[in-house]
Structure formats: structure tokens, C-alpha cells
């Protein structure tokens, strides 16, 4: 029998699982990474909510109770709409090159994605403690319109961040994958850490005048 064959190649695929608890700064660390090193940005919290809202999506109902109850949603339907949305972003051109935010939350995403879609090349993690977490996202709360913006739902998604999320983390970093950052820092000073590990990646050093010019 043929081997069950992923649906990308690592080699022409490029995907970076971005985690962290809710509020962590996924998204908008994300935003800046996809300005300056050209990544599609794929969030799937946002897929999942777009898929709720969708006019005759057979998964409305079960993705609003899930997401309200800071509950997985099953994988099955998270990674129908991952390995969607990037054949969508291939076919249009884009740069086959994958910031998958909030994903995987739970070992079996983890699993089967790298088994079925593509291996990732690293975890981006942002550290953060649940006291500014907290503070964050009651902030984000007042405009945010999500549902799961309240403190109830937030103390629940604490809970499945600990007990079901970080071990997909602490498994990742097993295997030496993982880059930490520390995401109690302001936006900017998070992204000045992010940007060292991006232009390790590409390579980027920067040269400075003296190395060129000094003769000693
Ligand atoms: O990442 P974000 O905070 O937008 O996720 C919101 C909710 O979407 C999660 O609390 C969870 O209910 C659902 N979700 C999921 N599986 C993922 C990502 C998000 O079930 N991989
Ligand atoms: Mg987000």
C-alpha cells in the first residue's frame, strides 16, 4: 500500500505555529511579522469564527458553544479550514510561507496536521503570565464584541490553555523547537524580539560599518 502522503512538502511549504495564551499577543505580533517577512497570516480563531458566522455552515452551532466555552473545537473542522485557506493563498500566489496563530491547541491537532498538511518549522511562543493576560483582554473586551470576552469565559480558557494547550508547547520544545519570547513587554519590545529570530531565519545579519571598514 502507497504511504499516506502529507499534503505539502516542507520543502515548498514553509509553517510556523504561533502560541500562547489568550491575549498572549498572537494576532497582533502576526500583523507585524506578515508586513516585514511576507507570511500569510492565518488565524484559527478567526477561521472558526468566520466559519460560524457563514450562511449554511453545518458547524454554526457547534463553534459558537465551543468558543464561548473556551472549549477545542474538534479538529476535524479547524484543520479542514488551516489546510483550506492556505491552498486558497497558494493558488492565488502568495508566498507559501504560514503563520498558523493559535493552532495547534491540543496534542491530536498537532499530530494529525504534521501528519496530514505540513511539518511546522518551529513554534513561536509568547510567554505571559495570567495576571496581564487577564488585564489585556478585559481591555480588548470593550470593543472587542467576542463572545468569549468576559471574565467567566476567560477564567475557562486559562484553565484549557494550562491543562491542554501548554503540553503541545512543552512537547514541541522536547524536540528543540520552540522559540520563547517573552510577551509581558510592551508591543514594541516584543517585536524587537520577534525580529531577531525572523532575520536569523532569512539570514538577515546586519553588517555593521566598522566590521567593513576597520582594517584591525
Ligand atoms: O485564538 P483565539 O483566542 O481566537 O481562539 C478563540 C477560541 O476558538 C478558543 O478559545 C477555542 O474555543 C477556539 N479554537 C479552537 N481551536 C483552535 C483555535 C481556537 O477550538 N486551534
Ligand atoms: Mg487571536
Keep these: 500500500m502507497a504511504p499516506i502522503t502529507s499534503a505539502f512538502d516542507p520543502k515548498d511549504v514553509t509553517v510556523i505555529f504561533v502560541l500562547g495564551g489568550p491575549g498572549a499577543g498572537k494576532g497582533t505580533q502576526c500583523e507585524n511579522i506578515k508586513r516585514d517577512y511576507d507570511f500569510v497570516h492565518l488565524s484559527a480563531g478567526d477561521l472558526l469564527r468566520e466559519e460560524q458566522k457563514r450562511e449554511g455552515s453545518q458547524y454554526g452551532e457547534l463553534i459558537q458553544n465551543y468558543i464561548r466555552e473556551g472549549l477545542i473545537v474538534p479538529m476535524e473542522v479547524t484543520i479542514a479550514l488551516l489546510e483550506n485557506a492556505m491552498k486558497e493563498a497558494i493558488a492565488a500566489g502568495k508566498k507559501a510561507r504560514f503563520l498558523i496563530d493559535g493552532f495547534p491547541r491540543k496534542m491530536d491537532q498537532a499530530e494529525k496536521f504534521e501528519e496530514a498538511v505540513v511539518e511546522c518549522k518551529f513554534v ?5 503570565t495570567e495576571e496581564t493576560l487577564k488585564q489585556r483582554l478585559l481591555k480588548r473586551a470593550e470593543t472587542s464584541g467576542r463572545v468569549d470576552d468576559n471574565e467567566e469565559s476567560i477564567l475557562k480558557r486559562f484553565r484549557v490553555f494550562k491543562d491542554t494547550s501548554k503540553p503541545v508547547i512543552d512537547a514541541f520544545a522536547a524536540k528543540n523547537k520552540v ?25 538577515m545579519h546586519t553588517y555593521h560599518y566598522f566590521t567593513l571598514l576597520d582594517p584591525y
Excluded at 513561536?124 to 505571559?128: A, E, G, I, V
Excluded at 519570547?181 to 531577531?196: F, G, P
Aim: aromatic residues 16%; glycine residues 0%.
Design 124 to 128: 513561536l511562543y509568547f510567554n505571559c
Design 179 to 203: 522559540r520563547e519570547i517573552n510577551a509581558e513587554q510592551s508591543i514594541e519590545a516584543v517585536y524587537n524580539d520577534v525580529k531577531k529570530i525572523f532575520d536569523d531565519l532569512f539570514q
